[in-house]
């Protein structure tokens, strides 16, 4: 059976209690949203700073964990059958969580699919499409000369808000009630800041988004998540 402390990554970032979740991530829109959903759900957990160089996410001991070199990944030393879960991928990390504590993911079955579809929506659109804008804006990609990239991937964000839009009228969260669908899709709204792409993509031109995010960024456990772990000084 697979423990904390006998999986190779904690030679590298060693647990002070292997009894509790351990987290390794950095905190990217894709990171905090697992740290958000610790920090929402209470569960007892440690955080391990895993940076985006190659140095630490093609390690051996994190591709032990997580084949993909992405961060956040997870073990759960108390899984649903009593031994570890690992886990990579942040929204089936969110799916699992909000299933082991039996929060954030609606009462019914209805309930629970409405807010996956929001989960899925997220990573296969929001966040991939706004990934690249901001490659093609903030990073290496804005050198290149030829508009149509930038272009493509302005004109889906400018859509992806637009249905995001339509689906908060009249809702102060995407289904209803503040679900994982919540910190999936806001933590992402966030990083148009950090892309310097909000005016790029008009956001101001969505009332019922920027409303929503503003809550969103006002929940306490938001706050603290947000930097969880802590990013290395500069």
Known sequence: ???????????????????????YSFPTPNGVKVSIMLEETG?????????????????????????????PAI?????PD???????????????????????????????YQAIQWVMFQMGGVGPMFGQLGYFTKFAGAEIEDPRPRERFRVEAKRLLSVLEKQLEGR???????????IAIAPWLNALEY????????????????AY???????????AGMNIPPRPEA
């Open 1 to 23: 059976m697979t423990t904390v402390t006998d999986h190779p990554i904690n030679s590298r970032w060693a647990a002070d209690d292997a009894t509790v979740l351990q987290l």
């Open 172 to 182: 102060e969260w995407i289904t209803g009630s503040y679900s994982i669908a919540d």
């Open 75 to 79: 073990i759960d030393p108390n899984g």
């Open 213 to 223: 995010l503003e809550r969103f960024l006002a929940r306490p456990a938001v706050q």
């Open 43 to 71: 569960l007892p957990y440690e955080a391990h700073l895993v940076t985006l160089s190659d140095a630490d996410v093609k390690s051996p001991e994190f591709l032990a964990l997580n084949p993909n070199n992405k961060i």
């Open 82 to 112: 009593g031994s570890a879960v690992t886990l990579f991928e942040s929204g089936a990390i969110l799916i699992y969580l909000a299933e082991k504590t039996g929060k954030l993911i609606g009462t019914t079955p209805a309930e629970k």
């Open 195 to 210: 892309y310097q792409t909000k005016e790029l993509v008009g956001l101001a031109e969505y009332p019922n988004v920027n």
